[in-house]
């Protein structure tokens, strides 16, 4: 399983906790948010990590720019706590008191760090995902059923949509996927189109058949108007 990575500016990202405990807590991921990724956009439907939170077996850890030698926290250690809400996949770290730590920390309260990443993958794309063509032509991927391996605290800038989107990680089969999706849209499109317009033809012939009906009928009437009447004047 590809890993892919998702940058963004965070939410309610802040340092808490005590002197003596220190925390990080935050949003990494949000439901609903439209987000511009390379020549797709994508979207996290809610609930999206409900399977693998479930999962017992699922290590997730905390880290500093997808660093996994400078770890904050461990789903396992109980200083990783994550939970879904609303909003989105929220979580809090109470995190060692080591060095690279309290750096984090001391930059989290400075607003030197103020964005988020989070690693994941697909374990099913034909039931994790879903592909769709919106009105630009752009494709919109919506991320139904994720597998969650790190959130993670990054030192990079709040950057303008397309910087952004070139900083994240797709997987190498989500290209394939998308044109696949892109040529299933193109000719579900062009048969609608052409559905419309037999329906359409249908339709004028229907409407015809009922014209030619009523004149057929209007001709008859008259006819049998002027054999009443011829019949008159003969008694």
Not at 91 to 119: H, M, Q, W
Not at 124 to 153: A, I
Request: proline share 1%.
């Amino acid at each position: 399983m590809k890993k892919e990575l998702r940058f963004f500016v965070a939410q309610e990202l802040r340092a808490a906790g005590s002197d003596t405990e220190k925390k990080i807590e935050g949003y990494a991921a949000t439901f609903g948010t439209v987000a511009d990724i390379a020549n797709f956009r994508e979207v996290i439907r809610s609930g999206a990590f409900t399977r693998t939170l479930a999962d017992q077996t699922q290590e997730i850890v905390a880290l500093f720019n997808h660093n996994e030698d400078v770890i904050l926290g461990r789903k396992s250690a109980g200083t990783l706590r994550l939970e879904q809400d609303d909003k989105g996949l929220r979580f809090s770290c109470s995190i060692p008191d080591t060095t690279a730590a309290r750096d984090v920390y001391t930059n989290l309260k400075l607003g030197n760090i103020r964005e988020c990443s989070f690693g994941f993958g697909i374990d099913d794309p034909d039931t994790d995902e879903s592909w769709q063509k919106e009105s630009d032509g752009t494709m919109l991927r919506t991320l139904r059923n994720v597998r969650l391996f790190d959130v993670s605290v990054v030192t990079y800038p709040a950057y303008s949509n397309t910087s952004a989107s070139a900083r994240h990680v797709v997987a190498d089969y989500v290209e394939a996927r998308m044109a696949g999706a892109t040529l299933a849209a193109d000719v579900a499109a062009r048969k609608a189109k052409a559905q419309a317009a037999i329906d359409a033809h249908e339709s004028w012939k229907q409407s015809a058949a009922e014209q030619r009906f009523d004149n057929d009928s209007e001709i008859e009437r008259k006819r049998a108007q002027a054999r009443i009447a011829a019949a008159k004047a003969t008694l």
